[in-house]
């Protein structure tokens, strides 16, 4: 609904949401690799892994693939940090 406010084109909030399961998903890989990741709170783990204005390694992303995911990473990192 944010990126909708923001009078983004249709393909470009797509594109957001596109990034966003790709760096969930990366978050989920993650958690199943390392046990202990599990009881952290979700908010943290995924704080944590935008923590530095880019996404995580994204498998079998292309060099523009990890560049739009980053773009989001940095996007979501300011939503998150107003809403505190």
Do not use: Y
């Amino acid at each position: 609904m944010h990126l909708q406010q923001q009078n983004l084109s249709a393909k470009t909030v797509h594109q957001h949401l596109n990034n966003l399961w790709a760096i969930g998903g990366e978050i989920i890989r993650a958690v199943n690799d390392d046990p202990v990741l599990r009881k952290t709170n979700p908010r943290v783990l995924l704080l944590q892994a935008i923590a530095g204005g880019d996404a995580p390694l994204v498998s079998n992303a292309t060099e523009a693939q990890q560049q739009s995911c980053d773009a989001t990473a940095r996007q979501l990192l300011r939503f998150l940090s107003a809403q505190k």
